[in-house]
Nanobody, 126 residues
Framework: QVQLVESGGGWVQPGGSLRLSCAAS????????VGWFRQAPGKGPKGVAC????????YYADFAKGRFTISRDNAENTVDLQMNNLKPEDTAVYYC???????????????????WGKGTPVTVSS
């Protein structure tokens, strides 16, 4: 049985940092393109970052560029999202997802992801 489990969410003040981690069981994340998505209250899901299967190229939404970094830890079978200089508008539930094709990273598409975690909440406020 495949499971993706996100961790590392919580409350942080504006300008602070959090590191989210997506841990997998039942699959090897290095065999998949892995994305991070978020859903704010009352809004639809939005792509944040993705790391390709083929060569671990990172892709970022415009709002994430320069502040967020996605990376793999193959030894731990995780994909992490380092988030710096957080803003109140970053408040959302953050989900990780894994898909077989790098195509999903090109547009940070939610379609094409085979496996999803249940999410970890992030709150940025003073």
């Amino acid at each position: 049985q495949v499971q993706l489990v996100e961790s590392g969410g919580g409350w942080v003040q504006p300008g602070g940092s959090l590191r989210l981690s997506c841990a997998a069981s039942g699959i090897t994340l290095d065999d998949y393109a892995v994305g991070w998505f978020r859903q704010a209250p009352g809004k639809g899901p939005k792509g944040v970052a993705c790391i390709s299967r083929s060569d671990s190229t990172p892709y970022y939404a415009d709002f994430a560029k320069g502040r967020f970094t996605i990376s793999r830890d193959n030894a731990e079978n995780t994909v992490d999202l380092q988030m710096n200089n957080l803003k109140p508008e970053d408040t959302a539930v953050y989900y990780c997802a894994a898909g077989p094709s790098d195509y999903v990273c090109l547009g940070l598409y939610t379609n094409g992801m085979d496996y999803w975690g249940k999410g970890t909440p992030v709150t940025v406020s003073s």
